[in-house]
């Protein structure tokens, strides 16, 4: 069945949103504000778990770093994320970690949206996190340890003050540098929260007292973050840096003193803080607890532990949430992905349609 | 480590092939040219198998389709593939494979390239089909049936007569239509081989006495279109329409008549004609005999077949082959995936490099 060429070049556009764009956006709408829609739209995901068709990401390992592609649908909507690992990539100017993906139709495989998702990707991990420690944590905790002051951190802390009431952060990095520069960006936000921010001597000290500790290190080695004398009842681990394998930020003994929630059982076997404890060591994935399948914290003792890796799901909802959003505030562009063709049975059309006896005259050596 | 902010943002654009301007592309450089450097490409790829990373694709089946990811590495370049394969698209004006995807590199994850994949798939499927067939049919093959007259079958004609010297092609489809559009897509090029091309009656008229056999049908069904007593001595057979599971175009009995040949068996078992057969079932990867590690054709009579369903690494020669081209033609555009920052360890700087005070004054429902 033909359609008119100018209603298949309409359909076949694909949305595009650039890394530009995307900041534009985010401060747009108020960055608080996309960490609070994004948080939602997970949550509700999480909800309608049974939905998706899950699979662990595809990893490619290489000496400097990983580069993985995570895919995930439901009846509607195809995601998938391509993100990559190289924690000595600031040397060469780069990011360590930088992200792109798509949405596409289920129905008819046409990708309908492609988005930088570096940016987005730093905002629904913060986004996932503070969901879990809504869940997780407890009710009355007002001050957060934040260990690991990079990219990651800002997103961190803004969401735990928007999202959980936290207003006391308590920041601590190997490198000083780092933790000025998440002071300076937290500044202007303060005022808002009625929070307060201060740079502790050690991961000790700042993690002392604290009702939720949050790790997001970098370093793609065994780095031991937080051992079992610095947990205190009642306290809620976000660990967020041991994510690949090879890379964990705690001590066997913390995940032993806590209960320990998961986002996806396969994957975090492989990946989280989990991969240093035996195959059969207990968790609860993250949405039991959301659909009331399994209890989440049971006294204000316990220890809880969200080891988190990442999603692809979470990437979904991020992408979707984006979407929505650049189309309201018209920060979309279009980009010619796929092509428009006259009769889809009939892809060589595309390449004669426009320049039939150019075609012929420029058809490789035989005519040369 | 800082760098001057216009060092990153020139560093951190990425290339982009529109589908328009890969059409562009091809027409300038010349079709059959295309299809000998992407066959070329393909063929020296193959050569260091060795070198690459490989896995299966990962798929997402729906009712109406299937969406894959196909990723492959060697120790520079990551290459990735989305595609999908929707039988009924055509019905919706939209063709039944789409595909788009990148090149990035392996040392810094960075995507490098991101490009239409839906014209380049085509060529590259008939590039293989070409390559495969010079190491596997009789050199003095002069005619193919090509079964099969959809979307992909003008590249096939094409890169056979221009790599092979295919002189004589038979035609057949279930719908006439098909096969009378491929015919006068083929009518240009005849001149210039000296070929020939007819319309069969049915499939069996196509088939018989040809060199070469290329069944290249879209349904995603069990559809036999080869039976065992259509093969002849000396036959080749290149079976390109079978290439997902549920999907086949070969009756049994001609698998068991022919040395088969694959490229990369633990996919080719789940998606190619191979999935009728027992687990044990003999064949050979291609790659070994290109390195001669295994025999190819070893008489004028054996049957050959060529069980192809396209694999990751054709992509990954396919896309590096257009980036070059396309570079030389001055036909690539840049695309903004990933942010440039002056510091890469400050993502959030994005957001507040531009407009401090207006991320504070909309930053949300805190200060509505």
Redesign the interface.
């Known amino acids: ?3 008119p060429q100018t ?2 070049a309409a ?2 556009q694909t949305d ?1 949103l ?3 764009d ?2 534009r956006l ?9 960490l ?1 829609l994004m948080s939602e739209a997970i949550e509700a995901d999480f909800m309608r778990w049974q939905d998706f ?1 899950k ?1 662990a990401r ?1 990893a ?1 390992h ?1 000496a ?4 993985e ?1 995570m ?1 995930v ?1 439901d ?1 509607q909507d ?1 995601a ?1 994320k ?1 993100v ?3 924690p000595h ?8 970690v ?1 992200a ?1 993906g ?1 949405l ?1 139709d ?6 309908r949206f ?1 988005s ?1 998702l ?2 987005t990707t ?1 905002l629904r991990t913060a986004a996932t996190s503070a969901m879990a420690a809504k869940h997780l944590a407890r009710k009355d905790s007002r001050s957060m340890a934040l260990i690991g002051n ?3 951190s ?2 961190q802390a803004l969401a735990f003050m ?1 999202l959980l009431d936290v207003r006391e952060l308590r920041l601590f990095d190997i490198d000083p540098a ?1 933790s000025q ?1 998440l002071l300076r ?1 937290l500044q ?2 303060l005022a ?2 009625g929070a307060s921010v201060s740079i502790a001597a050690s991961a000790a000290d700042a993690v002392k007292d604290a009702d939720i500790v949050t790790t997001a290190t970098a370093d793609k080695t065994r780095a031991t973050i937080i051992h079992a004398p610095l947990l205190q009842p009642g306290m809620h681990l976000n660990a967020v840096g041991g994510d690949c394998p090879g890379k964990t930020e705690l001590a066997a003994a913390v995940l032993h003193r806590a209960s320990v929630f998961v986002e996806y059982e396969p994957q975090t076997r492989m990946e989280g803080e989990l991969q240093q404890m035996p195959a059969d060591f207990a968790v609860t994935e993250l949405w039991r607890v959301l659909q009331k399948q399994a209890p989440g914290r049971t006294s204000a003792e316990e220890i809880t532990l969200f080891d988190s890796v990442g999603f692809a799901l979470e990437d979904y909802s991020a992408l979707r949430t984006m979407h929505r959003l650049a189309r309201q505030a018209g920060l979309l562009s279009q ?7 006259p ?10 349609q ?3 006896a ?3 005259q ?6 040369a």
């Open positions: 069945m033909s359609i209603q298949a359909q076949l595009f650039s890394a530009s995307a900041a985010v401060m747009r709408t108020g960055i608080t504000q996309v609070r068709d699979s595809t490619a290489s400097s770093g990983v580069i592609l895919p649908a009846a195809y998938f391509y990559n690992g190289h990539n600031p040397q060469l100017g780069l990011p360590t930088m792109f798509a596409a289920v129905a008819t495989g046409m990708p492609v930088e570096t940016l730093a990079g990219s990651q800002e997103f928007e780092a520069k960006n202007p936000f808002q929260f980009i010619e992905l796929i092509p428009s063709l009769d889809p049975k009939d892809l060589f059309a595309l390449l004669m426009s320049h039939r150019q075609v012929i420029l058809s490789g050596r035989q005519t």
